[in-house]
T-cell receptor, first 110, second 113 residues
Framework: GQQVMQIPQYQHVQEGEDFTTYCNSS?????IQWYKQRPGGHPVFLIQ?????EVKKQKRLTFQFGEAKKNSSLHITATQTTDVGTYFC??????????FGQGTILTVHP | DAGITQSPRHKVTETGTPVTLRCHQT?????MYWYRQDPGHGLRLIHY???????DKGEVSDGYSVSRSKTEDFLLTLESATSSQTSVYFC????????????FGPGTRLTVL
């Protein structure tokens, strides 16, 4: 079945450093979504990308969808302590299934 | 956040007992999902529903059953709880398209002793 792999599993950064997490699918995706889960909380939707090569920005967050629609990345510029949490990608397929990656746990040291 | 509640929020039970978790939504969403979250495994789909009385298995369905008799309620039952089912369980919903944004409930922390 479809697999969505996400790396790294953990990332520790100093406040102010940049952070990137990568998501790779074994199959072509119809869309990619990104979620953030704060410690002790539930996943919350951040953004959805649909088009090949699409790039979207939300303040310090930049999301990219690969040309082949099989990979994606989330980049955070100048991390802050409020960025801590787990970031999940989720890939949608043409037959109506959404598969989550394992998540990247981000720790930001002040 | 969408109007999704889960009950109970915390539960401790013993091996071999049946347990039912409830997910309730007020958004009239068609699709509902049950996930479990464990360290190192992310979110794994247990079962999902695409309408009243229409359910299907996810990737980790063994030992779990579900029921959906009303649009707003999706029940997850552990028929005979085992320690390996100790986890955090999340319910999620999606509106019109199964690959659209998923809205998550607050989660239920289940401990099986």
């Amino acid at each position: 079945g479809q697999q969505v792999m996400q790396i790294p599993q953990y990332q520790h950064v100093q406040e102010g450093e940049d952070f990137t997490t990568y998501c790779n699918s074994s199959t072509t995706l119809s869309n990619i979504q990104w979620y953030k889960q704060r410690p002790g909380g539930h996943p919350v939707f951040l953004i959805q990308l649909v088009k090949s090569g699409e790039v979207k920005k939300q303040k310090r967050l930049t999301f990219q969808f690969g040309e082949a629609k099989k990979n994606s990345s989330l980049h955070i510029t100048a991390t802050q302590t409020t960025d801590v949490g787990t970031y999940f990608c989720a890939g949608g397929t043409s037959y109506g299934k959404l598969t989550f990656g394992q998540g990247t746990i981000l720790t930001v040291h002040p | 956040d969408a109007g999704i509640t889960q009950s109970p929020r915390h539960k401790v039970t013993e091996t071999g007992t049946p347990v039912t978790l409830r997910c309730h939504q007020t958004e009239n969403h068609r699709y509902m999902y049950w996930y479990r979250q464990d360290p190192g495994h992310g979110l794994r789909l247990i079962h999902y529903s695409y309408g009243v009385k229409d359910t299907d298995k996810g990737e980790v369905s063994d030992g779990y059953s579900v029921s959906r008799s009303k649009t707003e309620d999706f029940l997850l039952t552990l028929e005979s709880a085992t320690s390996s089912q100790t986890s955090v369980y999340f319910c999620a919903t999606t509106g019109t398209d199964s690959t659209d944004t998923q809205y998550f409930g607050p989660g239920t922390r289940l401990t099986v002793l």
